[in-house]
């Protein structure tokens, strides 16, 4: 055997070896970061072949026009469709919110691992006061996360618990930052619900609080005001006040363990 088969052979098997290990490393990655969560399908749901009607729905919170919180509903229906995301406006949705549904979608799709190209999604939203003075207009991205959850109720057939959960969802699964924080938490703690989801790093709330100190100046006193930091645990301050369980959460999956 010449030194140039010789060679060849020698790459060739290392070709092989390499090509093995980046199978085996592919196949343990996508077993290894599967969703694990109890209750939910992680094959292809029966809607796909054998249509059904099936619905789901979760809590939702937002800040009405007066500023203060409102506790409603977001409700999803799975229909015999061509794959579309609709998006009831009535109430009024900003466009912000209708993107975060087809993220919501798409997230519980990737979670679930359903085939959604047969079925329509329909989404709703179901705001009380809705003509009064604090209406319910659904606007920003804080009502990915219910979103989120009113989708695998309606492809897991599994009933939301009665937690209301909030925050932007994106594309990853992770949850994103949102306001009125506090706002929604006092209509969560008013409406008897017991647990509140937040996104990671929102249960403290940094303010300045506006103080008068006397300071001297020569021989005079003056009074100066100054804007001191503060910070609210809001986790110890709405268990303590109003019997509220706050938990923050990172990820969907964080959120469905308590949801389902």
């Not at 549904?101 to 329909?122: C, E, H, P, S, Y």
């Not at 599994?158 to 924080?181: F, Y």
């Amino acid at each position: 055997m010449t030194k140039l088969n010789k060679n060849k052979i020698f790459w060739s098997y290392i070709l092989i070896l390499l090509i093995g290990f980046l199978i085996g490393v592919f196949v343990f990655y996508n077993n290894d970061n599967k969703a694990d969560i109890p209750g939910l399908y992680t094959d292809v749901f029966g809607i796909k072949n054998d249509m059904k009607k099936t619905d789901g729905s979760a809590n939702i919170v937002a800040v009405g026009s007066n500023g203060f919180g409102i506790i409603g509903k977001v409700n999803v229906d799975i229909e015999e469709g061509e794959g579309k995301i609709l998006v009831n406006t009535n109430p009024f949705v900003e466009p912000d919110t209708q993107l975060s549904a087809i993220t919501a979608v798409n997230v519980a799709k990737n979670i679930t691992g359903v085939d959604l190209g047969n079925v329509n999604v329909i989404i709703d939203f179901e705001m009380p006061n809705v003509n009064t003075e604090n209406s319910g207009i659904i606007g920003g991205p804080s009502a990915g996360t219910a979103m989120t959850l009113a989708v695998l109720s309606a492809i897991n057939g599994k009933k939301v618990k009665n937690v209301v959960a909030t925050g932007a969802i994106l594309p990853d699964g992770r949850i994103g930052q949102i306001g009125g924080v506090i706002e929604k938490a006092d209509a969560v703690a008013d409406n008897n619900l017991t647990l509140f989801l937040i996104p990671k790093g929102q249960g403290k709330f940094a303010y300045y609080e506006r103080q008068i100190k006397t300071v001297d100046s020569g021989n005079t006193k003056a009074k100066k005001v100054v804007l001191v930091p503060k910070t609210i645990d809001l986790v110890d301050y709405f268990k303590q006040e109003k019997n509220l369980t706050i938990k923050e959460v990172d990820h969907i999956e964080d959120v469905i363990n308590y949801a389902f």
